[in-house]
């Protein structure tokens, strides 16, 4: 990332700055993150790249910014740089970043115009990316209650995502599945639905697994799984255990 810092290319910048701040988030590290990325994003104006990049990096502030428990300050950038009308690029990350605040503060109706918006860009996401829009629709469905809604969201996105987990947002949609089917198997015991239970206790194991797949991942290349990787098995173990009963 120095020797990027040094150059004078755009693109080498942004791709080193992306990754590593992803690193620093994914190690709970976030006032580093905010701090990379302003600093890029200045740099990025100083290039002349400001109207490609500028939105990416405010988007990554507000990843930040969202972590760090400043959601008013998050709400701030992200609804400022999407009235300045980004690049389509761009605005997929500053939509998924705005829908997830918005889950969390239980402003549904912007959660669905925000969806809405993000749909009519007519792309798709497959693959490791960081705003994984099956994420947010399945974190909406479990906030208003509708498990059923996030089992299917969970299972279809899961379905056609590459390599889940070594993506932050794949293991977060495999707790919102696993959260999910803990609400499924609690029906289904309260109405004595054994098929359903036993249902509920194969997909929760499968996600389960999903989710230990990321430690021992990077665990085969030599490294060291992060604290928040880590925190998730124990989460995904709770769920599974709460599962099966």
Not at 158 to 178: K, N, Y
């Amino acid at each position: 990332f120095g020797l990027a810092q040094r150059l004078d290319d755009a693109q080498t910048l942004f791709l080193c700055a992306v990754g590593l701040g992803w690193a620093l988030d994914e190690t709970a590290r976030h006032e580093e993150s905010l701090a990379i990325a302003i600093g890029t994003r200045e740099r990025m104006t100083a290039l002349g790249a400001a109207a490609r990049y500028g939105a990416l990096f405010a988007s990554k502030m507000a990843r930040a910014l969202f972590e760090l428990g400043r959601w008013d300050d998050a709400a701030h950038l992200l609804d400022e740089e999407i009235a300045a009308g980004p690049s389509r690029y761009a605005l997929r990350w500053l939509l998924s970043n705005r829908i997830r605040l918005a889950v969390w503060r239980g402003d549904f109706e912007l959660v669905e115009r925000d969806l809405a918006a993000y749909q009519a860009l007519g792309e798709r996401l497959i693959g490791p990316d960081p705003d994984l829009i099956g994420a947010r629709r399945a974190a909406l469905a479990i906030a208003q209650g509708r498990s059923t809604d996030a089992r299917r969201i969970v299972a279809d996105t899961l379905a056609h995502v590459i390599e889940p987990e070594v993506d932050t947002d794949g293991r977060v949609l495999a707790l919102i599945g696993l959260e999910a089917e803990a609400d499924e198997a609690e029906q289904a015991r309260a109405d004595g639905d054994a098929e359903r239970l036993e249902e509920a206790r194969a997909a929760a194991a499968g996600l389960r697994n999903r989710i230990a797949a990321t430690v021992e991942r990077v665990r085969n290349d030599g490294g060291q799984p992060s604290e928040i990787a880590l925190a998730d098995v124990a989460l995904a173990e709770a769920f599974d255990a709460e599962v099966r009963g």
